[in-house]
């Protein structure tokens, strides 16, 4: 059957109009991105097999173009049409911390910080650079590799942050495990980057830690 002969309360569109897009499984919002399906199946049903092939969505969203173009029913087309979705969504959460606003929330802070990093394959450490009055001036991905005293370097965190004339600062690092449970080599290397930006008067506001589920905050687990 089709999904238009679908009542029109259980058509993923529909629906998505009608209760609003959370209302929606992993599939349904698939298959609208997807729009049609294939041969012997509608775009739900193609949907569905895609999360089962890739095991989750997050699988099928971090795929990289070679992996994503072998399933039937995508390609390269479809393939750059979800690249820019997902960078307009983190551009959309870019926005609430744009160059010059001050801060409102933690949470606003970790939503924008998790949507930067949950999706790199490796290891990524970067900064949140702030001035006197907590309004941001620019986040940088400055490491890539295992985060560590040996790779993180302290001297090149306190350059950039004399770039950007920062007071503050919020550091955070990625777990590609998805476990945001912080390692001794990571509340290590909090306090040696915590002294080294103290001298030149910019303050450590938090470490936070991208992972699975809620991003960890470092100042909130007494670890600071």
């Not at 992996?67 to 390609?75: C, D, M, R």
């Not at 930067?116 to 290891?123: A, G, K, N, T, V």
């Not at 991905?141 to 090149?156: D, E, K, Y």
């Not at 001794?184 to 303050?203: G, H, N, P, Q, Y």
Request: hydrophobic share 45%; proline share 4%; net charge neutral.
């Amino acid at each position: 059957m089709s999904i238009r002969d679908w009542p029109a309360a259980e058509r993923p569109r529909e629906k998505l109009l009608e209760r609003g897009a959370a209302s929606l499984s992993d599939a349904e919002l698939l298959a609208i991105f997807l729009r049609t399906g294939v041969s012997g199946k509608s775009a739900v049903d193609l949907a569905r097999h895609l999360l089962n092939q890739f095991g989750s969505l997050r699988a099928l969203l971090e795929a990289n173009l070679a992996v994503f173009s072998n399933e039937q029913g995508l390609g390269p087309a479809k393939y750059a049409q979800l690249q820019a979705v997902m960078e307009m969504a983190r551009r959309h959460l870019g926005e609430g911390l744009r160059r010059g606003s001050a801060l409102k929330s933690p949470a606003q802070v970790r939503s924008y910080l998790k949507a930067m990093l949950r999706h790199e394959p490796h290891e990524v450490f970067g900064c949140l650079f702030l001035d006197s009055k907590n309004r941001v001036q620019a986040f940088e991905s400055l490491f890539h590799g295992s985060i560590n005293v040996a790779h993180v370097h302290p001297r090149q965190v306190v350059k950039r942050a004399l770039a950007h004339n920062a007071a503050g600062i919020i550091l955070c690092h990625n777990h590609p495990s998805g476990v945001t449970e912080p390692s001794e080599a990571d509340i290590e290397l909090t306090k040696i980057l915590k002294e080294a930006l103290a001298i030149v008067d910019v303050r450590v506001l938090d470490h936070v830690i991208i992972g699975d589920g809620d991003p960890l905050s470092m100042v909130e687990q007494g670890l600071m």
